[in-house]
């Protein structure tokens, strides 16, 4: 009888101690319930950010298409306006945004800058001065090239760009002392719905036209010829900006189709395991609660 007691005793303690036989299944199953709530909150803000762009997408086109008759404009123009280089340094406006969640449009832009700069059978001046339209190329230029950012710009083009916009970003440049022998615009160019490839295009400065055989032929005073390589000059930005708007929205909606994809994928797996945890749990209570009655 005493022995009993004192096993009575000393096993009292265990039991009031000891945790539920399923208490770690049901901790990860509380963490998988909640990994499944946020999973499934990412996945309808993807789907919400992936509709706004296909909407904008069709309106980004149809400013892509007005917009590329100023930069037809401007190859037409100059296409009989070649002339001999007269300078190694070279003005790199480097065109892209300041919003992110669109794959690699803005990386695309920033490496071929970068493989300017490194070919090495180039004898572009390493010291080229660069402006960029963006803060996200604008914080990966500054990372490489930071002594050659001489000017940047953000807020443009935050909806659809417009010329006003283009006209600006040439002015400020024009009249901030930057020192260059030829321009080249580098943005994104529109090939389709799903893709988009880097692109690098020339603009002619007031001394490339003077000197370009085609016009040289024909008299004009110095203000003609410099206000309309100026207005070339935003020309191709306008074109440029408009064709590195509609990339942009193509590629976040790509990105956040990419993204919703993934996260019903996950939501998936991680349905799977809830559901395989809750089973085990389950099993487990039913074999402890068989061998407790068993055991009387």
Avoid: W
């Avoid at 539920?20 to 509380?30: E, I, Q, S």
């Avoid at 190329?137 to 001489?150: A, C, D, E, I, T």
Wanted: a positive charge.
């Amino acid at each position: 009888m005493l022995a009993r007691q004192a096993l009575c005793r000393v096993a009292k303690p265990s039991v009031a101690g000891s945790a539920p036989a399923g208490a770690r299944n049901m901790a990860t199953l509380r963490e998988i319930e909640m990994r499944l709530k946020s999973v499934r909150n990412i996945e309808k803000i993807t789907k919400s950010m992936k509709l706004i762009a296909s909407t904008k997408l069709a309106k980004a086109q149809r400013a892509l298409n007005s917009g590329k008759e100023y930069g037809l404009a401007n190859s037409e123009i100059f296409q009989h306006a070649s002339s001999e280089p007269t300078g190694k340094r070279k003005l790199f406006v480097v065109v892209s945004s300041d919003k992110g969640m669109c794959g690699g449009i803005h990386s695309s832009v920033s490496k071929a800058t970068r493989r300017e700069f490194a070919d090495k059978d180039s004898d572009l001046d390493k010291d080229s001065p660069i402006a960029v339209i963006g803060d996200k190329s604008k914080s990966q230029l500054s990372r490489v090239l930071p002594g050659n950012l001489v000017i940047s710009f953000n807020q443009i083009g935050r909806d659809i760009p417009t010329f006003a916009d283009a006209a600006g970003v040439a002015d400020l440049i024009l009249k901030s002392g930057v020192e260059y022998d030829s321009i080249a615009i580098v943005y994104n160019k529109f090939v389709s719905a799903i893709s988009y490839e880097s692109a690098i295009v020339e603009v002619q400065t007031a001394n490339s036209l003077k000197e370009s055989p085609g016009f040289s032929a024909y008299e004009m005073e110095d203000d003609v010829t410099t206000d309309l390589a100026e207005f070339a000059f935003a020309n191709a930005i306008y074109a440029a900006l408009v064709e590195g708007h509609a990339c942009e929205i193509s590629a976040r909606r790509n990105a956040m189709d990419n993204a919703s994809k993934n996260a019903g994928d996950m939501i998936g797996n991680l349905q799977l395991k809830y559901n395989r945890g809750r089973q085990a749990a389950i099993t487990n209570e039913l074999v402890d609660i068989i061998t407790g009655a068993s055991a009387l």
